[in-house]
């Protein structure tokens, strides 16, 4: 008898996708729907909830249409998504009461610099590992439940209920009948105590959240829920669930403290596992849950960019100087060099390690010679100098790091890759499998349902593909990251 396939839902930030893993993490299918992107004003990011939940239903029923046509069962379901991605919907009718508001978005910027200004810093640190910054849920939370008519009383009522995109999609794959999520994804909403493991009843009062709204917490691999049978026309057990770059750390299987992986999707996650202890960033990092099995939470310390492959889009929709991402490699690869021209996508302010949420983006060392390939090339090359960004923040923070495994959308293109090698003067591994966002959860799902019977079992499916070793001369090097580090302090809001 075949072993049965898993299928992973992977909520990423412009696309939906359903993913069919072999037990050995081979990809048996993939659908994949992109959705709408909407800006509203400037700083504002947001998508149609439904248009999510339509496209992630189209993408789970292709997945399952395959394997049904080639006769193969599947065993169980993973979800992943887009962390910190807002929703509050009625608990009646299932219907969310405002758009989703993004990672991205920034609109809590003011309320969040106030919050900072009444000395409430070190508190939410110390409880969450995150920084008072808009990027994360609890200050979207708040801005629907006071900007959507009457929101406030109905929550106050219990009539609504919060969730990051897992738990809205648990919501509906169950008709209603589940309001649950993962520890990964709670830690990342400002209101989750990721030392006790539990929301924070002085958290939920400092940002005015009431605690009715907030979902069940499990651990990452968990009996969350049965889907509906009216839903994707089986019953199967979501078994597994954690916040996008968690599962990839775990697609990466990195289960031993001191492994790195950086993801490059939307935005650039760099996460380092560093065991059960969870470690304060001295050098504006986040602390963060890997993951947590069997109750024992394994930590990381993570560097959050927000604008990574968003570049690459901007270039394609915003500019339309390149019809595809695919492009960008051949383009970039066209010119010996940058040219001088540097590319700080700061479109929603800085992530790590600066956290500025005013500043926007700008390009530097512009010439009547600059044209559509020196431009892509410097979207490519802001890319990596932001990934040495964070890996020098967590080396400041006493980190020994001689190797990142890379994944995500992005790293397909070998130039970027190299040349990420070659800024961060260290090797750069890159998987056979590059989908280990969907392939994490996959995982995750696979040990709770009993196909794996340990992390040790995962750790030997990983296979590289290639390393990419650094190439750049030391002057170079030096000559084009103090170019960087001028255009980034140019671009901040207080230059
Ligand atoms: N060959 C390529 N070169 C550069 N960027 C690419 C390439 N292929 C895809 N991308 C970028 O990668 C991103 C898609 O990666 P993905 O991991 O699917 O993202 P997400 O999960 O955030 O939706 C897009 O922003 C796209 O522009
Ligand atoms: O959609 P991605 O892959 O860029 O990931 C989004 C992150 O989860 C935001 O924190």
């Known amino acids: 008898m075949t072993t049965p396939l898993l299928l992973s839902i992977d909520q990423g930030t412009t696309s939906s996708r359903a993913m069919l893993f072999e037990k050995n993490s081979s990809t048996f299918a993939v659908a994949q729907r992109e959705f709408t992107q909407f800006y509203p004003q400037s ?40 962390r ?22 920034r609109r809590t910027a003011e309320r969040c610099r106030d919050l900072q200004q009444q000395g409430h810093s070190d508190k939410v640190a110390s409880k969450t590992g995150l920084l008072l910054d808009p990027y994360f849920s ?49 830690g990342r909403t400002l209101l989750f105590n990721i030392h006790t493991n539990s929301w ?25 829920c049965t ?19 968690h599962a990839a750390s775990i697609g990466q299987v ?15 996650f760099m996460m380092l596992n560093t065991g059960t202890e ?33 570049a690459v889009q901007w270039l394609r929709d915003g500019l339309g100087i390149i019809q595809s991402a695919e492009e960008t490699q051949s383009m970039a690869m066209s010119l010996e060099d940058n040219q001088g021209v540097y590319l700080v996508p700061a479109f929603t302010g800085l992530g790590a390690p600066h956290w500025d949420a005013e500043a926007r983006g700008a390009l530097f060392g512009l010439t009547r010679d600059s044209g559509p390939a020196v431009v892509t090339r410097a979207a490519l090359e802001a890319v990596c100098y932001q990934t040495m960004d964070l890996l020098n923040a967590m080396r400041k923070d006493g980190a020994s790091i001689n190797t990142v495994r890379v994944d995500g959308g992005m790293v397909k293109n070998d130039w970027l890759t190299q040349y990420l090698a070659n800024v961060l003067d260290i090797a750069i591994e890159r998987p056979r499998q590059t989908e280990t966002t969907a392939l994490g959860a996959a995982y995750l799902a696979g040990l709770q349902t009993g196909m794996y019977g340990s992390l040790d079992e995962l750790t030997a499916n990983w296979q590289q593909e290639h390393e990419f070793t650094p190439t ?12 960087w580090a001028d255009a980034v302090r140019r671009t901040r809001s207080n230059y």
Request: contains cysteine; aromatic residues 6%; negative net charge.
């Open 227 to 245: 889907t509906d049978k009216s839903v994707l026309g089986e019953e199967l057990p979501v078994a597994g669930v954690a916040g996008d770059q």
């Open 472 to 483: 750049m001369d030391d002057e170079l090097r030096k000559r084009v990251t103090a170019g």
């Open 278 to 310: 969870a470690i304060p960033s001295t050098h504006r990092l986040l602390t963060t849950i890997a993951y947590r099995l069997d109750g024992v939470t394994t930590y990381a310390i993570e560097g959050s960019i927000f604008v990574a492959g968003a």
């Open 254 to 268: 990195c289960f031993q403290p001191g492994m790195v992986k950086s993801t490059y999707g939307t935005g650039c």
């Open 138 to 186: 609890g200050t979207k939370i708040a801005w629907i439940l006071d900007n959507v008519e009457g929101a406030r009383a109905r929550a106050d009522k219990g009539e609504l209920a919060f969730g990051t995109i897992d738990s809205f999609l648990m919501w509906r794959l169950t008709n209603g009948r589940v309001h649950a999520t993962d520890a990964t994804n709670a």
């Open 43 to 82: 700083g504002w990011v947001e998508h149609d909830p439904e248009e999510i939940w339509k496209t992630t239903l189209t993408v789970c029923q292709e997945a399952l249409a395959t394997a049904r046509a080639a006769n193969r069962k599947v065993a169980t379901i993973g979800i992943t998504n887009q």
């Open 84 to 105: 910190e991605t807002t929703l509050i919907w009625d608990r009646h009718t299932g219907k969310p009461i405002y758009n989703a508001i993004v990672w991205q978005d």
């Open 200 to 224: 924070d009843d002085e958290l939920c009062a400092l940002l005015d959240v009431p605690r009715s709204l907030l979902p069940e917490v499990h651990d990452s691999a968990a009996n969350f």
